[in-house]
């Protein structure tokens, strides 16, 4: 479907919170630097010491999702933590170009696809069909159906009985009339409903009358028109809202590696929580001290699917944070489009490194894939003899789009 030509002006996300004092900043990377310094404990030397551990760990889950809370955000309620790194995550309107929440979306796309009937009904029905439905396999057999309906009528317009439509006709009922937006289409490409008199059923029943679309006289002159609406019809995909990166600069920072997540990016509702836990339970019961690598990998797979969104942070050699919201199953070549969109040249070639240093060589993994979720700080490596050449044969400057480098923020 069209989208309109004109677009209202985005809504601007949240204003981050007002950047801590030097002072606060000096303490926290203190204590950041402590806890990074701070040797790992041993393993734990039983089976009953995992399980008591892992015991505890339900415990505080169970008693954080009565309040629908994960673990990290209850510490943070009753520990006064830091603000959110970022304040939630956000989506772009593809109709209107307007920035709303995660928990918005649905309805600015409904209210969106709805005013868009006084600009093309037409259009903004067939966008009813195929985003409001959400089984797939039901919106693809009620498509192939109504195209059927326009194809008789392009086809023969000559015969009365295709441009009829019977309401209560059992495929009608079962394939089109359930889901939503398709008797708008039908109103919107030339139908209108009428009561018509039908041969009766009974011995001593003549005739009775049913409800129909008929397609109105005057489309037998525009039958291009109901072509062009069935052809819509067929190509047409749902309306997706877009996820915002919400790019953000920081300046130089110790605290570049710590994170603070808003529940935003939880994709585990309180219910799932419990399962969750009531399966981790069921595995500790089960558990040996030794687990195979295949075990290993299957919880980490679990936890990763805890997580829609990954928050990642790239830092330039000379400090500089860049910060964008990214599906946490999203390839890396993605946040390799993200970087080069952030310089000033985006020719320059460049490497990004995982946290441990690993070099990220193959852009067709996942995030999650790579251990990037729920959060990471990667590092930005340039190419060194081209650096060289580069700074040789002009003034030394940020690599870095001067807009960006003029909305800096400070990390708090």
């Excluded at 990220?360 to 081209?386: Q, R, Y």
Aim: charged residues 30%.
């Amino acid at each position: 479907a069209r989208a309109p030509k004109e677009k209202p002006k985005a809504e601007v996300a949240p204003k981050p919170r007002q950047a801590p004092t030097d002072e606060a900043q000096r303490a926290a990377a203190a204590a950041l630097a402590r806890l990074e310094l701070k040797p790992k404990g041993k393993a734990p030397s039983s089976q009953e010491t995992i399980k008591n551990q892992v015991r505890k760990e339900l415990m505080a889950e169970a008693a954080a999702s009565e309040k629908g809370l994960s673990v990290d955000e209850k510490g943070q309620e009753e520990g006064g933590a830091g603000a959110p790194s970022v304040s939630g995550v956000y989506f772009i309107c593809p109709l209107t170009g307007a920035i709303v929440r995660k928990d918005q979306k649905e309805k600015q796309i409904r209210e969106a696809i709805q005013a868009y009937y006084s600009v093309d009904p037409v259009a903004a029905s067939i966008m009813e069909i195929h985003t409001f439905n959400k089984d797939r396999e039901k919106v693809q057999l009620c498509v192939e159906t109504m195209a059927k309906y326009l194809d008789n009528i392009y086809l023969h317009p000559e015969e009365e009985k295709y441009r009829k439509i019977k309401l209560q006709n059992k495929v009608f009922q079962e394939r089109i009339s359930c889901l939503e937006g398709t008797h708008k289409f039908f109103q919107a490409v030339g139908f209108e409903t009428k009561t018509l008199p039908v041969p009766g059923q009974g011995k001593n029943s003549w005739y009775t009358t049913e409800e129909f679309y008929v397609l109105k006289e005057e489309m037998l002159s525009r039958l291009e028109e109901l072509k062009d609406g069935k052809e819509q019809l067929q190509s047409s995909e749902p309306v997706r809202a877009q996820l915002h990166r919400q790019p953000t600069l920081f300046r130089p920072s110790p605290a570049a590696a710590h994170f603070e997540l808003p529940h935003d990016f939880f994709s585990l509702t309180a219910d799932e929580l419990r399962r969750e836990q009531r399966l981790r339970t069921e595995a500790v019961e089960k558990a040996s001290m030794l687990r195979t690598r295949a075990m290993r990998e299957k919880e980490e797979q679990r936890e990763m699917r805890k997580y829609n969104y990954t928050l990642l942070r790239v830092r330039f050699p000379d400090g500089y944070i860049l910060q964008g919201t990214f599906y946490a199953r999203e390839s890396v070549s993605v946040l390799y489009n993200f970087v080069r969109e952030a310089l000033r040249d985006d020719w320059l070639p460049f490497e990004l490194l995982g946290p441990g240093g690993l070099k990220l060589t193959d852009e067709n993994l996942a995030f999650n894939e790579c251990g990037l979720v729920p959060s990471a700080l990667l590092s930005l490596a340039w190419d060194a003899e081209l650096m060289a050449d580069v700074e040789a044969a002009e003034e030394q400057r940020s690599p870095l789009r001067p807009e960006l480098l003029a909305g800096a923020q400070s990390l708090s």
